[in-house]
C-alpha cells in the first residue's frame, strides 16, 4: 500500500519514516502517457509521496493543464509538463524511476494482444528515448500487452547498448492487488493482512494467482480455487465490459502502478524489505520473462525468489504449464518485431 505517503513528511526533512530511514524528498519519477485515464489519477498518486522532489509529466497533448492544475498541491514534488517528441528528452534527463502508461485501451470483445500493433510502437519509441536520456533508470512498463512491451522495451534497450535486466520492470501489481480483494472477500479476512503472489504474465491464462500461498495461510475449496482463480484472470475484462467502451481500468491502475513505484523509491531509498511481483527478466522457468516476487534494492532486482515455485498445488503447477505457451509466443512476438526492423 501506499504506506505513510500521504503526509508532506519531506517537509520535515529529518523526520524519520516507519521504517526507520530518513524521509527526504530526493527522488525524480516521469510519467509517458501523463494526460490520459491512468497517467492522471498516477500523477495525483505519485505527487503524494514524501520521497518525490520532481514530477515530470509527458504527453503528445493535453499535459499543460494537468501540470498547472497538479501543481498547486502543496506537496514537495515541483511538477512540469513536456509536451511532443521535441520535449521527451528534456523531461527523461535526470530521472530516477520512469512509468510507461502511453498507448491505447482495450474496448470490448478486444484481447491485450489487439493493441499489439499500436501500442508496440510508440513503447519503442518512448524506450529509444529513455535509453538516451535516463539509461540508469528504473524503468516501469504498464502499456499493454505487457507480455510483449515488455520484451520489446528489453530489445531497445540491448540495441542501444544500455540493457539492465534488473531495472525493467512490466507492472502486474494490479493482478495482486485484485487477488488480494477477491480473496480477502471471498474467505472474510482483514483486507490489509492479505497477500497474494501472481505470477507468470499479465494476459488472460497467463496470470496465475498462487493461492496456495496466500498469506495469511487459508484453505480454499476446489470450488472457491476455480472460481477466484477465474476472476483474477478476467478482471480487467470484467472494467473494460463495464466501462462499455470507454476504455479498461485507469483508477485501481493508477492506484496498483502508485504502489510500484512508492516500492522502488523506497528500495533505491535504502529501505532492505521491499518484495513486489513483476513481470521481467527471469530464471524461474525456462521462459526469458516472467512474472513472480522479486526483493527490489538499490539496483533494482536483488533477488528472485525460486522456492515460490516450490510446493505449488496441483492445479496451480498444471495451470503453470498450460500458460508457457502463450506466454513463450508473446516474448517472441515482441522480440521479432524489434529485430525485424530495419
Ligand atoms: P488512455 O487512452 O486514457 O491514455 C493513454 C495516454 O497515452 C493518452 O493520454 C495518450 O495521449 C497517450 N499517448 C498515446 N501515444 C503516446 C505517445 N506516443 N507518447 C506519449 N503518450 C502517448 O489509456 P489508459 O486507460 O491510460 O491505458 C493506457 C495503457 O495502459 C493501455 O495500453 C492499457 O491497456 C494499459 N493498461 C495496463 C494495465 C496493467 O495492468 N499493466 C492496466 C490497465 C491498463
Ligand atoms: C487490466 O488488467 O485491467 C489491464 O490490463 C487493462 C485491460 O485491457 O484489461
Avoid: W
Avoid at 501540470?67 to 506537496?75: E, I, K, P, Q
Amino acid at each position: 500500500a501506499l504506506r505513510g505517503s500521504f503526509a508532506p513528511k519531506a517537509e520535515k526533512p529529518n523526520q524519520m519514516s516507519h521504517y526507520g530511514l530518513r524521509v527526504q524528498a530526493s527522488y525524480k519519477v516521469a510519467i509517458l502517457g501523463a494526460a490520459g485515464g491512468i497517467g492522471q489519477p498516477l500523477a495525483l498518486l505519485i505527487k503524494m509521496s514524501p520521497l518525490v522532489s520532481a514530477l515530470n509529466l509527458y504527453d503528445i497533448a493535453n499535459v499543460k493543464g494537468v501540470a498547472a492544475d497538479l501543481s498547486h498541491c502543496n506537496t514537495p514534488s515541483q511538477v512540469l509538463d513536456f509536451t511532443g517528441a521535441l520535449e521527451l528528452g528534456n523531461c527523461l534527463k535526470g530521472v530516477d524511476v520512469v512509468v510507461i502508461p502511453a498507448g491505447v485501451p482495450r474496448m470490448p470483445d478486444m484481447t491485450r494482444d489487439d493493441l499489439f500493433n499500436i501500442n508496440a510502437n510508440i513503447v519503442k519509441t518512448l524506450v529509444e528515448a529513455v535509453a538516451d536520456n535516463c539509461p540508469d533508470a528504473f524503468i516501469h512498463i504498464i502499456s499493454n500487452p505487457v507480455n510483449s512491451t515488455v520484451p520489446i522495451a528489453a530489445e531497445v534497450l540491448k540495441q542501444k547498448g544500455v540493457y539492465d535486466p534488473k531495472k525493467l520492470f512490466g507492472v502486474t501489481t494490479l493482478d495482486v492487488v485484485r487477488a488480494n480483494t477477491f480473496v480477502a472477500q471471498k474467505k472474510n479476512l482483514k483486507l490489509i493482512d492479505v497477500d497474494v503472489p501472481v505470477i507468470g504474465g499479465h494476459a488472460g491464462i497467463t496470470i496465475l494467482p498462487l493461492l496456495s500461498k496466500t498469506k495469511p495461510s487459508v484453505s480454499f475449496t476446489d470450488e472457491e480455487i476455480e472460481e477466484l482463480t477465474v476472476r483474477i484472470q478476467n478482471a480487467g475484462t470484467e472494467v473494460v465490459e463495464a466501462k462499455a467502451g470507454a476504455g479498461s481500468a485507469t483508477l485501481s491502475m493508477a492506484y496498483a502502478a502508485a504502489r510500484f513505484v512508492e516500492s522502488s523509491l523506497r528500495a533505491l531509498d535504502g529501505d532492505g524489505d521491499v518484495y513486489e511481483c513483476s513481470y521481467a527478466q527471469s530464471d524461474m522457468t525456462d521462459l526469458p520473462f516472467f512474472a513472480s516476487r522479486i526483493k527490489l534494492g538499490i539496483k533494482g532486482i536483488e533477488a528472485q525468489i525460486p522456492s515460490d515455485l516450490q510446493g505449488l498445488s496441483e492445479y496451480e503447477e498444471k495451470a503453470l504449464e498450460a500458460l508457457k505457451p502463450e506466454l513463450k509466443a508473446s516474448i517472441e512476438k515482441g522480440i521479432a518485431f524489434v529485430q525485424k526492423q530495419p
